[in-house]
């Protein structure tokens, strides 16, 4: 194998092994929220989490894969290194934005599951009768 | 705040029925999801008097009035809150709006509107729902 194909093995590996583990501490942490949103119901919350998490892996694999070519011929190393670099960079910014975008997701679920339960915010003015 | 109170599960919204504006926002709600279920009365309803005795006490020709399953009435700015509390959509809205602060300010634009509301209806060129079914 030559350099570049060595980077591009690092960079596929390096990303999904990251995104593996971001979305493991996703489907872990988030089931808490999920459970509480959704009344203590734990086979919806795990329904909801797994279709969330499989969202997650297909968004993000399907950027790593669309983002692994590259036009650029490596000068050695230093290059195969900065390419990588700047590749396995973008990837953890776009890893970041979405996990941030799911902890957004499953606090509007639970809000709503919350506003639910939650009695009149105003008491009435007074009783007919 | 909130307040401890026997679930609601039904508001009877008493409107102006010779209110355009009333009426249209009596339609645009009753398009809105609800966990709370929402009945629309004009107040020039017979049936009103009837359904509701003592109700004049609470002036609902000056403002909006509620009435929920268990009796209670809520008047101008809290029943506003009430019927944001009723939807999905703004129940979340329903408490920011009852915030110390904020509920001032609810309270001053829901007496202006209620009090223009016929003044609003005709510059918006919002007939009345009892002309309109009329004519």
């Known amino acids: ?129 | 705040m909130r307040v401890a109170t026997p679930e609601i599960k039904h508001l009877t919204v008493l409107y102006d029925g010779e209110c355009g504006l009333c009426g249209r926002l009596k339609e645009r709600l009753q398009d809105e999801p609800v966990w709370i279920e929402l009945e629309f009365l004009a107040l020039q309803n017979p049936a009103v008097p009837q359904r509701f005795p003592g109700i004049e006490a609470y002036e609902p020709t000056r403002h909006l009035v509620i009435v929920d399953d268990h009796q209670g009435v809520y008047c101008a700015e809290n029943a506003w809150i009430m019927i944001l509390y009723a939807t999905k959509a703004f129940r979340g809205l329903s408490f920011e709006l009852s915030a110390p602060g904020m509920k001032t300010l609810a309270k001053e634009a829901c007496e202006w509107v209620s009090g223009n509301r016929k003044n609003i209806s005709s510059w918006c060129g919002l007939k009345p729902q009892l002309k309109r079914n009329a004519g």
């Open chain 1, 1 to 129: 194998m030559n350099a570049i194909e060595w980077t591009y093995l690092t960079y596929a590996g390096a990303s999904i092994g990251m995104t593996i583990w971001v979305a493991r501490t996703l489907h872990q942490n988030g089931r808490v929220f999920l459970v509480d949103a959704f009344h203590g119901n734990q086979e919806l919350a795990d329904s909801v989490n797994h279709l969330l998490v499989v969202g997650f892996y297909l968004i993000n694999i399907g950027f790593i894969s669309l983002f692994l070519k590259t036009s650029s011929t490596l000068d050695g190393l230093r290059g195969g290194i900065e390419l990588f670099s700047g590749k396995f960079g973008l990837v953890m910014v776009i890893l970041g934005i979405m996990h941030f975008f799911n902890l957004f997701v499953f606090s509007r679920i639970r809000r709503r599951g919350q506003l639910q339960q939650t009695p009149p915010p105003v008491p009435a003015q007074g009783t007919l009768g």
